[in-house]
């Protein structure tokens, strides 16, 4: 039986493993195939794709996009992505640029609440294009103004509390179309996570592809409830772990195997994209 993981976060975003250490740990425990889902990010993948070569595992380019329907957050998986398409390098940069901004106001927040805590050094820890709110938490723990990550978000970070900013989002069906127009695969990420149902129909309407119906933090009752809307909305079905490092002293990868069939059926559904925008062209 072959397995995948179609949700994984490296250094690019705010995983902690490296792209080696990542394709690694999918090798160790078997896995076919592993894609690559930074947040607002590509930038890992050609590390990503070289090194899963190295372990005999498939790379599939993939990125998270963070969007919203109707004031709800709705994370987008893209698959198969073109990573040289002209549009999806210039809208990703614009929304590292607006993650960028967000970690400075956050900062500036944290000055204003005697928190001497340096934008420098969060983007010197986080190290990549797209920088986000667990960066900050762990330069505030690196510098020893907190205890722990939970504390950095308890006493600052999470939604509502003195330290947080708004994410300024792009909208779920501009993310669908940019997914497209890059050759991808549209996919509702852990659409259980953020009790999301209610804009799945609107986003199928926009062309949505597939739908995450495993996920580390889907129930069993979850991941049957959303086979059964993929199956109603003639969705793909995909799955993955949303590793970003060590959980409880394990890396999360590994907790989720996707049946390998779902990936062939996206490749299929890729292929049949393809075709018909050649024929579309002739
Ligand atoms: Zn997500
Ligand atoms: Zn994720």
Redesign the pocket.
Known sequence: MKFADLHLHTQFSDGTFTPEELAGHGARLGFAALALTDHDSVEGCARMAAACAAAGIEFIVGA?LTAEHDHTEV?ILGYFLDTQNQTLLTEIARFQAVRQQRIREMVARLNKLNVPLGVESVFALANCKSPGRPHVARALVKAGLVASLDEAFERFLKKNRPAWVPKARMSALEGIDLIHQAGGLAVM??PGLNRTDDVIPALVDAGLDGIECFHTKHSTVMAERYLEIADRFHLLVTGGS?CHGFSKGKPLIGGVKLPYEHVEKMKQAVAAKKSATTDAHR
Do not use: S
């Open positions: 998270e994370h990420a852990h949303d």
